[in-house]
């Protein structure tokens, strides 16, 4: 059987660039799977991998116009955003490279041995070793920062866990480009270049999840493709953790008081946000809770406005223009449902942003039964769904409707911000039981890469109850381990008495 | 449809002590839960958390002679061992409160807002926060420590999360009596008693993994039932996070010098590891690695005198002793297997301990087409296999053939302890990829309750990489949420500027 190509695709053209690769055949996913296992022992020295995570940072920021050139040609993020986005990665991988060196990721405890106790408690000694081979599967919507170079691959690697990604099909060029500068600083580093391989295709992520020297993955993307990977790893003979960001409607709230003090503050911001990166993004707001009366619709004109003079954007690829464009037909098409700025399709290869509009009770009172509760599903691009609502008991039964999320927004009144308690706080609270991160007065869109971020949430947000974002991401890829009453010199260098290393550890005495 | 009775029977003598309870209806576990699920805000306090932990600690320990009677009339652990093992079980609650206080579980971090990076980074602090109602499935072999007021209901009620506990058959009595002193304990700190359930029947505990308000399960069992609530666990539209520990071999490596050294001593240790608990340890080393000759020889003399010298045993229930009679049989029966003590059937209710003998090479040629590879899968019950190993070679062999332990155990020589490198440092690092806690010198019984503590392992020892028992055992029944640019008034108090909790965070400025 001939090997299936793998073309890299000019979305504002529709037109074929020229061939990248070719689709991985279950051999060669076995082939890069078995090669990234035998070079794992590579990774267990923490200064090498600090060394490996700057040079690949260097490596990247040095080719960075070859890196940006190549990412817009498939995916016309544009090049502003593009540059924005290696240097939100090179800084990632920095950042992975600091933690390491820290070391407080390795959650050492000692437990000094205690004779006195009943039952006597011997020594114990724990702290975190690396998974094995992670694979990791690459997001359509961030061809650097959640993709081959990005947060999944650098936290693995810091955590000393070599990877095989799947690339994804809409920046395959991107992906080998960044593959080959990764795998270049291995190598400058002493390492193989064995600890970063790319597969293409979609059995070879399959392929990648069912393999047994495969013994975790992270993945970025949408609720289907997600879910089936999910399914995969738990129905292994030996499950693996599947760590993905599946979905999420990412509500927002402005409040009655909000909208008097800045409706057209709230209403322009909420537009930049919804149109950032032509909606591409998995933060965006996909539902805005907005009062109704004049101050509501203030925050509506606002939109408006802002949205109209938007031009029109292009997706990442052609199947994701036509999903946009009947997502946004079919939920147009539900009673009560209004387009006060229609997306849709723009020219050829492009489309137009816009929102829907939707009563509260319309929501509530229909809930589950008449076909609206497809406007609580994400609709991946430029729109999103403005709900009107007439109290706060309104706009917490619509929240009561969503599943987990993200993130979720609340705006507030500069009196609301002070005062605490009242409204403010109920959402607060009903925020935390559906979210993974929770923002005041700002959007959700642009998630710090920094040591407190938690960028997860209940599911559909997230598989697993972890970050892919932040300084804790590396956690996924460790595993705890307890030596009990070890000799010293049978103890890694992380655990012994002396602590050669100098790393952060908690001691029980 | 009549209620199915639930009966403790003494595994003495096979008989019914009297109906406990009825298996629980759909709608009973629906009720369960929901009343439960109604509860959880009430544990929301961490105070009240503490005060209610200890008053559970205080109330087993004033009734301890009525749980240490019924535990021992339905278990046969006699009363020595359950007094024991109650102590160890309030010690945990207590521990858990000493957590809770301490509150470094949360996780705090903080990040200061920087508005000179970029882009300008955010305030962001972030604590973890309940999952809501757990669900417990208790062990047959530790009717308190591992059962109703055990390590998975101690970490569960600390972390904020109601809980629910499907109780063993093998203890229905001491289940319902723990579980009212836990509600009255609930009750006595201001809790509703609803924040603990318990109920019966298999079938329950399949609706309980399935419920839509349940949000985790600890699981402590045999591979069969925990994966198949396992994969109940995952295949649900919401997959909730399953902390199951299914089963362990616990290798245990004799080298040749520690053999020469005190072979007599590791002989007689053994034994009584085995037969601890008449076998029914998940921690029971069930496959050891005894050198070839004369010091080898030591070593099985010692252990045949021992268990030679061991009284029967009652089995926790009679399916068990079926079991275990048929397991040893089935084993004895393959080729080159010897059977230097038969364990098998005592009298009418008994068991008597053994072991099982066989040489490396038999093992590591038949690999998976012989059918000694069922030697290689726990047989619960007071039995080892003792395989004899030419060479390090043969012993790493042999170990390569395991699937993942809760424990692996390494007896050395003096020099061999004080020198660090060598085979010692070999096995130490095989072992580290096959077990959640390495023993040297010591034996995997007797999992101390400590801060460092790692309980759990490689599958199938457990299906997650989190540990049941020990301080960060709590870690498995909470989530992290973020709160961006969340104005401190707002805040939980937890994460206030002030800090009017004292709890301990990582500020990064």
């Known amino acids: 059987m001939a090997a299936t190509p793998v073309w890299s695709v000019d979305p504002r053209t529709g037109k074929q660039r020229g061939q990248v690769a070719v689709e991985a055949a279950p051999a060669e996913v076995d082939g890069a799977v078995r090669a990234a296992h035998a070079a794992r022992g590579a990774l267990a020295d923490a200064a090498t991998r600090v060394a490996f995570l700057r040079a690949a940072a260097d490596l990247l920021d040095a080719s ?64 975190k ?62 390492l193989p270049p064995e600890v970063v391989a790319v597969v293409h295709g979609f059995g070879a992520g399959l392929e990648l999840v069912r393999h047994p020297l495969v013994s975790a993955a992270g993945f970025t993307g949408s609720i289907r493709g997600g879910r089936a990977l999910f399914d995969a790893a738990a129905a292994r003979p030996v499950p693996i953790p599947f760590h993905g960001e599946l979905g999420s409607l990412n509500p927002v709230v402005v409040t009655a008081a909000a909208a008097a003090e800045r409706a057209e503050e709230i209403g322009t911001g909420l537009a930049g946000a919804v149109t950032l990166g032509v909606g591409q993004f998995c933060v965006k707001p996909g539902l805005v809770l907005v009062p109704e009366g004049a101050d509501g619709d203030r925050v509506t004109g606002a939109l408006t406005k802002a949205l109209e003079e938007t031009g029109p954007g292009v997706l990442l690829d052609h199947r994701m223009r036509e999903a946009f464009i009947e997502g946004v037909r079919e939920r147009a098409a539900l009673p009560a449902v209004t387009s006060p700025v229609a997306a849709g ?57 969503l599943c987990g999320n993200l993130s979720a927004t609340l705006h507030l009144s500069a009196a609301e911000t002070a005062g605490g308690g009242g409204p403010a706080a109920e959402l607060i609270a009903q925020f935390t039981a559906l979210a993974g991160r929770i923002v005041v007065n700002g959007w959700p869109t642009g998630v710090a890469v920094a040591p407190a971020q938690h960028h997860g949430g209940p599911y559909p947000a997230a598989t697993s109850h972890s970050t892919s974002v932040g300084g804790t991401a590396i956690e996924r890829w460790l595993r705890p381990v307890a030596y009990q009453s070890v000799p010293d010199a049978l103890l890694p260098p992380e655990l012994r008495e002396a602590n050669p290393l100098g790393l952060p550890r908690r001691v029980t005495s």
Chains 1, 2 share one sequence.
């Open 345 to 401: 399709p723009g020219g050829e290869h492009t489309v137009g942003a816009g929102y829907l509009a939707v009563p509260a009770r319309t929501l509530v009172e229909g809930a589950g039964t008449s076909g609206h509760e497809l406007l609580l599903e994400e609709c991946f691009g430029p729109v999103t769904v403005v709900v009107r609502y007439a109290d706060q008991g309104e706009a917490a039964a619509v929240l009561g409707l």
């Open 64 to 127: 960075a116009a070859q890196v940006v050139e190549t990412a817009d040609a498939e995916t016309a993020l544009g090049t502003g955003r593009l540059t924005g986005e290696l240097a939100r990665t090179t800084g990632q991988l920095r950042a992975f490279a600091d933690a390491v060196e820290e070391g407080s990721y390795l959650d050492i405890r000692i437990d000094r041995a205690d004779p006195a106790r009943t039952p006597p408690r011997p020594e114990l000694r724990r702290y």
């Open 129 to 190: 070793v690396p998974l094995g081979v992670v694979a990791v599967y690459a997001a359509s919507n961030f061809p650097l920062a959640f993709s081959v170079p990005g947060g999944d691959t650098a936290s693995a690697l810091a955590a000393g866990c070599p990877v095989v990604v799947k690339a994804h099909p809409d920046h395959p060029a991107t992906s080998e480009l960044c593959a080959s500068l990764l795998r270049r600083a291995a190598v400058a580093t002493g």
